[in-house]
């Protein structure tokens, strides 16, 4: 597994210009040694081609995989109008991987409470399935994030009834809930459609686990699942960005070392 950043880890950073869009690139280049980023499309300054090439070069001098951009958008809107407005930003937003370089494009569906109504799920199985013919075009995915209230039963019906091969999902292991007995089971289901990870964080502890969550045991759990893709660190909390990014790397470091060292073992026996 790889470890990566998203660009909202630092979005209080970034609102409060405190750091350019390409600093914070940097940032995590040369003090967190990443192995890439996610880039959130409201946090780039500029959408010109030549502002891209900036970016897409100075992730390569660095050494940093664009792991994926992200689009914010949502599908469950009212009007077929506004779906068409949404389906056109996610297609600009899958120029711009293109562009990049980034083999993925997150995006999200919208609200699971509407999603009950037969009308707008078909509605947002189209427009998804739009999407997704239209990035195979470029070989790039789409991977869906479980946002707005959504389960694994929900995840997994999409992915069938949407059925590109090129449509997937970006597990946000925040998203599940708090109940014990019923997140990991989702992330256990969920997994074998996962292509990319939010690695969720709020707060640590001393000995720098992420408090709200099992990590040694969701690590263990995407090993089992043969999962070999970017772990993106997201931060919500309430700390200093820049420090408890620090800490979520250093935990996922050492949490996939372990997992690789099990894994060796295994193939030594």
């Known amino acids: 597994m790889k470890i990566g950043c998203s660009s909202w880890s630092f979005h209080r950073t970034l609102a409060a210009k405190k750091m350019t869009f390409k600093e914070w690139i940097e940032y ?3 003090n967190y040694r990443l192995d890439g980023v996610e880039l959130l499309a409201s946090h ?15 992730c390569t001098d660095l050494g940093l995989t664009i792991s994926c ?40 569906a919208g ?14 199985v189209a427009a998804i399935k739009e999407c997704a013919e ?28 949407v059925e590109m091969d090129n449509f997937k999902v970006t ?6 809930g708090t109940d014990a007995n019923i997140i990991y089971k989702a992330m256990e289901n969920v997994a074998p ?18 408090k709200t969550l099992d990590f040694p045991r969701i690590i263990k759990l995407l090993n ?12 919500e909390g309430e700390g200093e960005e820049t420090t408890e990014v620090a800490k979520a790397v250093a935990m996922l470091r050492h949490l996939t070392s372990e997992a690789h060292k099990e894994q060796v073992g295994l193939m030594l026996k």
């Not at 597990?171 to 599940?176: A, E």
């Not at 089992?224 to 931060?235: C, D, P, Q, R």
């Open 111 to 124: 609200a699971s409470q509407q999603l009950k109504s037969e009308t707008v799920w078909n509605n947002v």
């Open 224 to 235: 089992k699942a043969g999962y070999n893709g970017f772990l993106s660190v997201e931060f």
């Open 171 to 176: 597990m946000d292991l925040g998203n599940f």
């Open 28 to 30: 995590c280049a040369k």
């Open 69 to 108: 951009v992200s689009a914010e958008n949502n599908f469950t809107q009212e009007s077929v109008e506004a779906v068409d407005r949404e389906i056109e930003h996610v297609k600009a937003w899958i120029d711009v991987a293109a562009m990049l370089g980034a083999p993925l494009v997150r995006i999200f």
């Open 193 to 210: 459609y996962t292509i990319f990870v939010h690695a969720k964080c709020f707060s640590f502890t001393d000995d720098l686990l992420e």
């Open 44 to 58: 780039f300054e500029s959408h010109e081609p030549e502002y891209l090439m900036d970016i897409k070069n100075l």
């Open 134 to 161: 239209y990035a195979a075009e470029d070989g790039i995915q789409l991977a869906l994030e479980n946002h707005g209230g959504f389960m694994d039963d929900q995840i997994i019906r999409l992915i069938g009834d």
